[in-house]
């Protein structure tokens, strides 16, 4: 067997998570917008490199033992390594790869002496390859190795070897993490003796007792804390629970994909095939001309997972058991893994669902996810229990610190009311992610990326026990009771199509540098909401600024100001699956809301770049921004940066306020721990006068550093000698609580999501009504309002195919039209906006005044409008 031909066929195995996804969302070359695809440069990134992310190594994982915390073979041998900036060129080095940490020396004699050149946790790093060049990157943030080994099959070995050492190395954390628990919750013989007592009784009585000396109140509250720990093995049962989870799951998948394969039969497509070998997380490229004889003729690649050779999979009968260690033999490399398509072939036999097989695989599917969702939930209720019981040790600890801010008494007399499941899940996100938080530096080079440090978010002295204690009021304010019937829809047609398929690696990749705005996806990667629409949604919270027309204190005026511009970063909350459609040039959207007493007209006014605009007037207020926004890839994350300033006036008190948006990040983008973080510095400013500003500060979570204050928040109204009248804080995901006003009170709480609202994109139910088209409504609007755009309506009809075709006709559109106005030397010009400066000489779209008059008179039917679809 020709080992060099096999094992490069195995390399490129590697890299089947571009392959894989250029393929799902291919678009025939013609309806390729310029920003998809389009460049020679791009094709090579994509084919090239490919960031190994965790998903991979979760799934790795999957197989395993959970109790089985070997560490993996060393691997050791030389490599080159390019050399630090600003040297240039490459040096050959010996690395050792050892309990999840590399070295590196000189050579090996230098690693016999102990002399190491460097060391990294491979746990912490994002591993890039490129398996053209045998190229393997390292980015641990402040560490980054760029290597490259001498033959495919070493290279295999490496990334291997990395993936496997680094899930040890993660694995390895988690448990540490639970030993140290466990050491904790080891009773002393003094502590044996209060083992039985009784847990509320301990703690609190004693440390309310002891009139706010610190020292002794922590030493209640340890206390307190280690009756806990020591009452409580859940934890330890919670991980238990989940690690069934994780392997009922994985059979879960294997059973699907069984099923699957019988009701496909025999008369499978071509599509059907890719859809499977997708689901089974296999590529399969186009055959190419088999060669006659070879097994690696026609190209075919692996699972990730099995070409790491991680999992047991049946083979034609016989269930071959690989292991990583088969892999550092590079004689095993070809021989004992089967070629792939007869793998999917042999998944695929013929059979119905009628087929008793089938039913008994059906039976078993419904009691193995009986099961999951049994263990989720019992997990739920202990983690729930918990959290309560440490919620009580905090409110028994805060009694006894003394504090800069003033105590709501609300916090003083706590009750203990259940968490909400807001609160644990950002608990739950903290302390698995972050440790992993990285960027590719080569990705940052080539989208000429900065540091991050664009924005501020450092938050303020003592603001993490200031922020907690405003948690804690807020969970107790009552949500603003059932919220009141609109006569509005509910719920949207269908649900959201599942998009988890779909190659974002690939997407984002090939467009690196590009506005995310300006590129084209395929529409199961869209909400039904546009940017226009977007821009409406953040009006959601609306009676905020009405709140502020009616209030006379100038520095209260601006707390209600500051908690308007927080909540309309609510709305991301259960918003990260998928991306609002990109509006077309001279698209509009108009909104009436009579119950909320505003109407709101946004336009997209540019296309290069692209910029939305809106208007909404009201009574109380009126509310004007141009939004557009610059997006950063980070290699695992990617950072909205929004320009454009918000704009609101109250008429009553001749206000202008004027304040900046901070940066929205996607962390994880391409894994299933994907989250939203908001962070940055808002100033409001009050144009008119300049009694007070407001600093909102939207803290950026650290690494490790808080556990339980994602999504913070804080705020301070600052006079104009820069003394604080008011503070508030909390988090834009579940409120804000104002103690300095004179009744301390959570000033804004988002409205309670509508009954299955993950099965809907996560809208709100106001955002569920932004899109909705009642049959009064649709002759009075324009032909250019976005409710009439068919592909998006036919992504909320669930046709999401058609929307894919209908899209890329509309964008096809598009193009011909800005090509017809560039041959007459022509420019678009927006319809109801115009463009204007600020105050401070910023280029800004103001409305023009026509939308509503023209609506009404002669009514957009007697009017020449743009075709935009
Ligand atoms: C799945 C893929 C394709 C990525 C999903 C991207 C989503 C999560 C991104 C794309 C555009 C983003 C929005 C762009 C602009 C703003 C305005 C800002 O004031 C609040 C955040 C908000 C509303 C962002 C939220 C996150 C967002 C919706």
């Known amino acids: 067997m020709d080992l060099s031909g096999s094992s490069l066929n195995r390399s490129q195995s590697l890299a089947s998570g571009l392959e894989k996804t250029s393929h799902t969302w291919n678009k025939p070359a013609h309806s390729q917008s310029s920003s998809t695809l389009s460049s020679r440069h791009s094709r090579q990134i994509i084919k090239d490199w490919e960031v190994i992310d965790d998903l991979q190594v979760e799934m790795q994982g999957a197989g395993d033992d959970p109790q089985d915390r070997t560490a993996p073979g060393i691997c050791e041998g030389y490599l080159l390594k390019r050399r630090k900036w600003p040297l240039k060129g490459w040096h050959k080095r010996y690395f050792v790869l050892e309990g999840g940490i590399l070295r590196y020396s000189k050579n090996q004699q230098d690693v016999a002496r102990g002399r190491v050149q460097g060391s990294l946790d491979v746990s912490l790093a994002v591993i890039s390859i490129n398996k053209k060049s045998n190229r393997i990157d390292l980015d641990a943030e402040d560490i980054l190795y760029h290597m490259k080994a001498k033959s495919h099959e070493l290279f295999y070995i490496w990334v291997t070897k990395l993936q496997a050492h680094r899930l040890y190395k993660k694995n390895e954390a988690a448990h540490l993490h639970s030993s140290v628990l466990h050491t904790l919750s080891l009773p002393t013989a ?119 050779g991680m999992v047991r999979m049946p083979i034609r009968g016989i269930t071959k058991s690989l292991s990583s260690s088969h892999l550092s033999n590079s004689a095993h490399l070809g021989a004992s893994v089967p070629c792939i398509p007869d793998y999917v072939y042999s998944q695929l036999s013929p059979s119905t669902v009628n087929s008793p097989e089938g039913k008994k695989i059906q039976q078993d599917i419904y009691a193995m996810s009986q099961r999951v969702l049994n263990s989720l939930k019992s997990v739920h209720e202990t983690l729930s229990q918990e959290r309560q019981k440490l919620q009580a040790v905090w409110d028994a600890n805060n009694m006894h610190q003394s504090n800069t801010l003033a105590q709501p008494e609300a916090v003083r007399h706590s009750s203990q009311g259940p968490p909400s499941v807001a609160d644990s899940a950002a608990e739950y996100f903290d302390a698995s992610d972050d440790i992993l938080w990285g960027s590719s530096s080569e990705v940052s080079d080539e989208s000429g990326l900065s540091d991050g440090s664009t924005t501020n978010s450092e938050p303020e002295e003592g603001h993490t026990s200031a922020t907690r204690k405003y948690r804690a009021s807020i969970s107790r ?16 047609p269908v649900h959201c199509p599942d998009n988890s398929h779909v190659g974002l690696v690939a997407i984002l990749y090939n467009n690196i540098g590009k506005d995310l705005a300006r590129v084209s996806m395929p529409a199961v990667l869209n909400e039904p909401i ?50 609002p459609v990109n509006p077309i040039l001279g698209e509009t959207y108009e909104c009436i809301r009579e119950d909320r007493g505003f109407r709101l007209i946004s336009e997209q006014v540019c296309h290069h770049p692209p910029i939305s605009a809106c208007h909404a007037d009201s009574e109380n207020f009126s509310f004007w921004q141009d939004q557009r926004w610059k997006n950063k890839f980070w290699g695992k994350s990617l950072e909205i940066l929004p320009t454009g300033m918000v ?25 299933q721990q994907r989250y939203l973080e908001h962070y940055g510095e808002v100033i409001i400013k009050n144009l008119k006068s300049n009694i007070c500003t ?37 988090l834009w995901h579940e409120g804000i609580f104002c103690d300095t006003l004179p009744t301390p009170k959570c000033i804004w709480k988002p409205n309670q999501q509508p009954k299955d609202y993950l099965l809907y994109y996560g809208f709100s139910s106001f955002a569920m009504e932004l899109n909705e088209l009642p049959s009064d409504l649709k002759p009075l609007l324009p032909p250019t309002d976005t409710r009439l755009r068919p592909d998006q309506r036919m992504l909320e009809d669930g046709r999401v195919d058609e929307a894919d075709k209908k899209k890329d006709e509309i964008e096809e559109m598009q193009r011909e039209r800005r090509k017809e106005l560039g041959k007459r030397g022509e420019e678009h010009v927006p319809r109801f906006f115009k463009r204007s400066k600020d105050s401070s000489g910023r280029d800004v779209w103001l409305t023009n005044g026509t939308y509503w008059k023209l609506r009404e008179n002669p009514g957009f039917a007697n009017l020449e409008n743009l075709t935009l679809w």
Not at 228 to 235: G, I, M, T
Not at 248 to 272: H, K, P, Y
Not at 648 to 670: G, M, Q, S
């Open 694 to 730: 407001c600093k909102i500060t939207f803290v950026k979570s650290r690494y490790w550093g808080s556990e339980t204050n994602k999504n913070e928040v804080q705020g301070v109204v600052l006079d104009q000698s820069g003394s604080a009248i008011h503070r508030f804080g909390g």
């Open 477 to 492: 304010t009552p949500n603003s009771v059932v919220p009141k019937s609109t006569g509005r829809r509910t719920k949207l």
């Open 530 to 579: 546009n940017l226009l629409q977007r821009l409406c949604e953040e009006l959601e919270y609306s009676e905020l600024l009405d709140t502020a027309n009616n209030t006379s204190d100038p520095y209260q005026r601006m707390v209600y100001i500051a908690a308007f511009a927080i909540s309309g970063y609510s709305t991301a909350t259960f918003r990260n699956r998928y991306k």
């Open 190 to 308: 003094a502590e044996q003796a209060q083992r039985n007592g009784d847990l509320s009784a301990t703690g609190m009585a004693d440390s309310a007792g002891v009139s706010g000396v610190l020292p002794s109140a922590n030493t209640a509250v340890n206390t307190k804390v280690s009756a806990w720990l020591q009452q409580s093995h859940n934890p330890d049962i919670c991980v238990q629970e989940l690690n069934r989870c994780h392997l009922d799951l994985s059979e879960l998948n294997r059973l699907i994909q069984r099923l699957q394969a019988l009701e496909v039969g025999q008369a499978f497509t071509n599509g059907d095939l890719q859809r499977i070998i997708s689901i089974q997380n296999l590529s399969l490229e186009k055959p190419k001309k088999p060669k006659s004889g070879k097994i690696w003729g026609h190209s075919r690649t692996l699972s990730r997972v099995e070409a790491l």
């Open 647 to 671: 704009n609101v006036t109250l008429p009553r008190y001749a206000d202008h306020y004027e304040w900046n948006k901070v940066a929205t990040c996607i962390h994880n983008v391409f894994s």
